[in-house]
C-alpha cells in the first residue's frame, strides 16, 4: 500500500519557469510533511517541510502549498534554474518527526538552461 | 558539520556472500535508518532503531538483519546476497520524538550482487 503518491515521475522545465511537483496522502495521521532534494551521487537532503497547521510556507524560491481537506501538498519551485536539476521526494510521518518517514517515489526534475 | 558516513560508496558481491553495510553518525541522534532506493520506487523503510538494541521493521525486511550495538553505529546485514538485492543502500540518522525534526541522509552505497 503506497501511502504517499507523488506525481509526476519526471518533469522537465526551462529556466525561469515554474516547476510543481504534487503528493498525496491517505493516512490522516500523518502531522510533518517535508520534502528532500537529492543530486546524483547524493543522499537525500530535507529541503523545506510543513505541518497541517498551516497551509503554506516558502523558503525563498521553494514554496509547500498544503490542502489538508484535499490531503494533498505540493512542492512549487518558482524561477526554476538548472542548479535545481535534482530528484526530489516528498515525505511524510505522525509524531512530529523522522520516525518511519514515508516517501514518494520521487520526480527528477530536469531545468534547460 | 553532521555527518552520516556509510562504509563504502561501491560494493560488487557474489550472490549467497554475508553482506555487511556499516553506517556511523556523528550528531549523536537517537534514530537510525537503512532505506533500499530503487528507480521507480523512490526510498523504503527496511529497518529502523530509535536506541541502541533496539529495532524495528520497515516495509521491506525479508533478507536483511541489522545491528546496533553502539549509538552511533548502524548495521546493515544481509544474510544471503541474492542478485534482486542489488541497490543503492541509504542510511539516516535523526533526533528521537523532536517536532519537525530532520533526517541526515549518508551518501549511499551501491550494492551489486552478481
Known amino acids: 500500500q503506497q501511502q504517499v503518491k507523488q506525481s509526476p515521475q519526471s518533469l522537465i522545465v526551462q529556466k525561469g519557469g515554474i516547476s510543481i511537483i504534487n503528493c498525496a496522502y491517505e493516512n490522516t495521521a500523518f502531522d510533518y510533511f ?22 503554506e510556507k516558502k523558503e525563498g524560491r521553494f514554496t509547500i502549498s498544503f490542502n489538508k481537506s484535499a490531503k494533498q501538498f505540493s512542492l512549487h519551485i518558482m524561477d526554476s534554474q538548472p542548479g ?3 530528484t526530489y521526494f516528498c515525505a511524510a510521518s505522525y509524531q512530529g518527526g523522522s520516525e518511519k518517514l514515508v516517501f514518494g517515489k520521487g520526480t527528477k526534475l530536469t531545468v534547460n538552461p | 558539520d553532521v555527518k552520516v558516513t556509510q562504509s563504502s ?16 553518525q ?15 520506487l523512490g526510498l523504503r523503510l527496511i529497518y529502523f532503531s530509535y536506541d541502541v538494541k533496539m529495532k524495528e ?3 521491506i ?8 550495538e553502539k549509538k552511533e553505529r548502524f548495521s546493515l546485514i544481509l544474510e544471503s546476497a541474492s542478485t534482486n538485492q542489488t541497490s543503492m543502500y ?13 533526517a541526515f541522509f549518508g551518501q549511499g552505497t551501491r550494492l551489486t550482487v552478481v
Not at chain 1, 551521487?41 to 517541510?49: E, M, R, S
Not at chain 2, 525486511?61 to 546496533?68: F, H, N, T
Not at chain 2, 541509504?90 to 530532520?102: I, K, Q, W
Open chain 1, 34 to 55: 517535508p520534502w528532500y532534494q537529492q543530486f546524483p551521487g547524493k543522499g537525500p537532503a530535507l529541503l523545506i517541510a510543513i505541518r497541517p497547521d498551516v497551509s
Open chain 1, 84 to 86: 535545481d536539476s535534482a
Open chain 2, 9 to 24: 560508496r561501491y560494493l560488487v558481491k557474489r550472490t549467497g556472500e554475508k553482506v555487511f553495510l556499516e553506517c556511523v
Open chain 2, 26 to 40: 556523528d550528531m549523536d541522534h537517537e534514530n537510525m535508518f537503512w532505506y533500499r532506493q530503487d528507480p521507480g
Open chain 2, 57 to 59: 521493521k520497515g516495509d
Open chain 2, 61 to 68: 525486511p525479508e533478507g536483511y538483519s541489522v545491528s546496533r
Open chain 2, 90 to 102: 541509504l542510511c539516516a540518522s535523526s533526533f528521537f520524538g523532536a517536532v519537525n525534526t530532520e
